[in-house]
């Protein structure tokens, strides 16, 4: 089935260096979608990227990815971790068709950024 | 902007006993309605899909007589936790898609907890 796998656990970075967040994924989709999700306790959980085409970046406050469906990957980077990063991320899947958009998350990366 | 809000935040109700959830979106024309379940240590889990107009679409291990679902119009749903025991908590998110911008918003949640 479809499963999306992401960094595990715990990622503790100093203020300053570079923010990368592992996810890759499964589908049965031949056109899928990925997003990133950030999750502060007590919020919502916000959208702060979704993948465009294939091999094509896409940038949001700082933060970008890149789908490459030939790993299966959507992995998100920044250049420099603040420490207001510091917040739980979930990579999600979806189909790109029908109107429903069901995600598929994976298990959440926390990132704790540090001074 | 585009919101969702759920009600109630956090709830405790004894076992074997009924629980409804509300979700609100704010903004935008929510034309389907997706609710999610966080069970401890573990990622967000799709109970069910809801699409005004259409039949709602339960996940596997989720079914409508324990888990109801009301979405009368395209701001609001609402969920029932029936017969809640033990392995029903966790935090029950509300997805609600805006076709305009292709975006699913998530409320905070409401948080379930059974004594």
């Known amino acids: 089935g479809d499963s999306v796998t992401q960094t595990e656990g715990l990622v503790t970075l100093t203020e300053g260096l570079p923010v990368m967040l592992n996810c890759t994924y499964q589908?049965?989709?031949?056109?899928?979608?990925l997003f990133w999700y950030v999750h502060y306790l007590n919020e919502s959980p916000r959208l702060l990227l979704k993948s465009s085409t294939d091999n094509k970046r896409t940038e949001h406050q700082g933060f970008h990815a890149t789908l490459h469906k030939s790993s299966s990957s959507f992995h998100l980077q920044k250049s420099s971790a603040q420490l207001s990063d510091s917040a739980l991320y979930y990579c999600?899947?979806?189909?790109?068709?029908?109107?429903?958009?069901?995600?598929?998350f994976g298990l959440g990366t926390t990132l704790q950024v540090q001074p | 902007g585009a919101l969702v809000y759920q009600y109630p935040r956090r709830t405790i109700c004894k076992s074997g006993t009924s629980m409804r959830m509300e979700c609100q979106a704010v903004?935008?024309?929510?034309?389907?309605v997706a609710w999610y379940r966080q069970s401890p240590q573990k990622t967000f889990e799709l109970i069910a899909l809801s699409t005004v107009n259409s039949a709602i679409k339960y996940e596997q291990n989720f079914t409508q007589e324990k888990f109801p679902i009301s979405h009368p119009n395209l701001s609001f749903s609402s969920m029932t936790v029936l017969n809640a025991y033990l392995e029903d908590r966790g935090l029950y998110l509300c997805g609600a898609r805006d076709p305009g911008k292709d975006t699913q918003y998530f409320g905070p949640g409401t948080r379930l907890l059974v004594l």
């Open positions: 589908t049965i989709y031949s056109n899928p979608f």
């Open positions: 903004g935008f024309q929510a034309t389907s």
């Open positions: 999600a899947l979806s189909d790109r068709t029908g109107n429903t958009r069901k995600l598929i």
